[in-house]
């Protein structure tokens, strides 16, 4: 390529920016994916009747969630990584064309998809649900969401290929925007004016993912005419040496996306085996109503699971950010800056998932209490989910780093034998630990499917293991400990101070306690250099600024 085409390509975006833009998104995206849970909540009436609308919600959701990964997920990640694959070959328009082609087949895999929810609602239910008929016309308005999601997907998937996070991560902040404004005001009129009944609100709640998808693709349109001119030009510059069929190009985007699409399924396929197995291995040694059981499940399967998903999110960035750049580095055939990147990504991951989910443990009570109000089992449920967080974040970047590296086969083979440890192990802990077995299964075949992923890693691009872990992860996992000290003393001692504790003093605390906690996690990454090493940022002017030596 030449210099006069590197001066055309639109602007890239660098693993801590573009992570930054994704990471930011994710955030805002999952947070009002649970802050809409407050109102939701308090609307839907008594505490049996938000069990219940938890409970279904979840049910119906995780089965979503499954069909939208099988046919998307794996989607933006293949599609960015081989445009990134053919930008570095200077194979602009072969870029395109795997776009155009990817674009057709995403509508048919949309129809396909969104058919088999809709018209096969009832199999599903019997499948995922226990053929719970209040999840049947949920899940039918799931369905339409489906038919667009996969060409949405494409759309982020083609600006990410250019290491341009902006468009998408702003297209993933107005969905979810659009979609929670639309729950929260079908659910206030179905329930607080119309006085109806919660299924009804739940099942029109569920329509609001076709509401954001919309919304998303329509942003995008405007971002793809606005550099529309200026792609058009750098393709016509670029080399043309490739010259694949619509058949080559579709081949090569089923070869591609299966894999991320298996990858990416991971976390729901867990979910839903827990959801599809909880029931009867808790009925399998002790009698337990239906209440109890949709009790017990919307702790870990629902509620706990939306807010640890928020700290899931800021790995989401680091993955997404990476698989393009690494895959570039890869093409290019060089082993060093692919061995220096690997370092950086798990430093990145290090630096921001280990403050995050010792955090979120450490202000578990004030938090659950502002979302759901106190219950100690849920309280309890959610610092143990933090750790399935880290561990969740750590499989998905070291899963990106082996498929950035074409190494698609190993990351699914690492997957299915985590799994199948999984569901060998799932009743006796359900059995030992209750509504903790799911959650602990879930812990150690994650721990599993890591060590043989990054052992794997080490062995195609050996790095200093020992001095990652010595000395800049064990620096970050010390201040985050410490801020983690400091947090659960104050939220110790403000809960002493306090007998009776409601969700708006629950709010005042948590904030009180996530303030105080980035103080001290900041403090201690400007005293300890970590932003220095960790994100290669000179720290310098606010360690004068703030007088830290």
């Not at 337990?288 to 928020?310: E, H, P, R």
């Amino acid at each position: 390529m030449s210099a006069n085409n590197k001066q055309k390509v639109p602007r890239q975006d660098s693993l801590l920016s573009g992570s930054a833009w994704i990471t930011a998104s994710g955030i805002v995206s999952r947070a009002l994916s649970a802050l809409y849970v407050i109102p939701w909540n308090i609307w839907m009436g008594s505490a049996v009747i938000v069990a219940s609308a938890n409970a279904l919600y979840g049910k119906v959701y995780h089965i979503y969630d499954f069909f939208l990964l099988v046919s998307t997920a794996g989607l933006p990640s293949a599609i960015s990584k081989q445009i990134s694959h053919y930008n570095a070959l200077g194979e602009y328009e072969a870029g395109n064309q795997l776009f155009k082609q990817a674009l057709k087949v995403t509508a048919i895999i949309g129809i396909i998809f969104g058919a088999l929810m809709y018209f096969g609602a009832g199999w599903v239910a019997a499948l995922f649900t226990n053929s719970d008929p209040r999840s049947i016309p949920a899940i039918r308005a799931l369905a339409v969401a489906v038919l667009i999601l996969p060409t949405l997907s494409i759309m982020r998937g083609y600006f990410q290929g250019y290491g341009q996070m902006g468009p998408s991560a702003i297209s993933m902040m107005l969905e979810q925007l659009a979609r929670v404004a639309y729950m929260l005001a079908i659910t206030y009129i179905i329930m607080q004016i119309q006085r109806g009944n919660y299924v009804d609100a739940v099942t029109k709640s569920t329509f609001a993912s076709f509401i954001g998808a919309g919304i998303s693709v329509l942003y995008l349109l405007t971002c793809f005419a606005r550099q529309r001119q200026h792609l058009k030009d750098l393709a016509a510059s670029g080399s043309h040496d490739i010259n694949f069929t619509a058949h080559d190009f579709t081949k090569e985007i089923l070869l591609q996306a299966i894999p991320f699409i298996i990858i990416d399924s991971a976390v729901t396929i867990f979910n839903l085996f827990d959801q599809a197995t909880f029931n009867p291995m808790m009925q399998s040694f002790m009698q337990i109503s239906q209440q109890q059981l949709d009790y017990y499940y919307s702790l870990f399967g629902f509620q706990a699971n939306k807010l640890m998903m928020v700290a899931v999110s800021l790995a989401t960035g680091i993955v997404s950010s990476s698989i393009p750049l690494v895959a570039s580095l890869y093409t290019s055939k060089n082993n060093q800056k692919i061995t220096q990147q690997i370092i950086n990504i798990i430093r990145l991951f290090g630096f921001f998932m280990l403050p995050a989910t010792l955090g979120m443990a450490a202000v578990a009570r004030p938090l659950w209490g502002a979302f759901y109000g106190y219950d100690r089992l849920g309280i309890n449920m959610l610092r143990f989910s933090c750790i399935v967080a880290l561990l969740i974040g750590f499989f998905m970047v070291l899963a990106a780093i082996l498929q950035a590296l074409y190494r698609n086969n190993l990351a699914i083979k690492y997957l299915f034998i985590g799994f199948g440890f999984k569901v060998l192990i799932q009743w006796p802990l359900v059995y030992l630990l209750q509504a903790y077995g799911p959650l602990t299964a879930t812990v150690l075949a994650l721990i599993l499917i890591c060590y043989l992923m990054l052992h794997r890693i080490y062995c195609l691009y050996p790095f200093d293991l020992r001095h990652l872990i010595t000395h800049d992860l064990s620096q970050v996992f010390l201040a985050a400990v410490v801020m983690a000290i400091v947090v659960f003393g104050a939220d110790w001692l403000l809960y002493a101070l306090t007998a009776k504790i409601g969700r708006v003093l629950s709010a005042a605390y948590m904030l009180i306690e996530v303030g105080l906690g980035a103080a001290v996690y900041g403090y201690l990454t400007l005293k300890l250099r970590l932003l220095d090493q960790s994100l290669n940022i000179d720290a310098t002017r606010w360690r004068k600024m703030l007088h830290i030596k």
